[in-house]
Nanobody, 117 residues
Framework: QVQLVESGGGLVQPGGSLRLSCSASASIFDYAMGWYRQAPGKTRELVAVSGSLGSTNYADSVKGRFTISRDNAKNTVDLQMNSLKPEDTAVYYC????????????WGQGTQVTVSS
């Protein structure tokens, strides 16, 4: 069992920056770590993912603005968000997924990000 706790959300003006952090209760070295978001009335969507071997992928809507990074020694994964837009407003969730030795999928409780002037 892996517990995930997000932090760093808040209210920011358009064009501003925020850094989200996700802290895991157990080792994440063999997990793919991702950030997802869900806006009101919309389905949850992938924002960025960091594979266990170091690869990264981003949603087209955030490429060039968001950066995902992980620290396996600290069991953390961060999402640096720059040039924020109102359409980035959503609840952001941290996810840990692993298929080695079975299928494991864990979610944090989410942190609200609001981009508004």
């Amino acid at each position: 069992q892996v517990q995930l706790v997000e932090s760093g959300g808040g209210l920011v003006q358009p064009g501003g920056s925020l850094r989200l952090s996700c802290s895991a209760s157990a080792s994440i070295f063999d997990y793919a770590m991702g950030w997802y978001r869900q806006a009101p009335g919309k389905t949850r969507e992938l924002v960025a993912v960091s594979g266990s071997l170091g690869s990264t992928n981003y949603a087209d809507s955030v490429k060039g603005r968001f950066t995902i990074s992980r620290d396996n020694a600290k069991n953390t994964v961060d999402l640096q968000m720059n040039s924020l837009k109102p359409e980035d407003t959503a609840v952001y969730y941290c996810n840990a997924a692993r298929t080695i030795g079975g299928f494991y999928d864990y979610w944090g409780q989410g942190t609200q990000v609001t981009v508004s002037s």
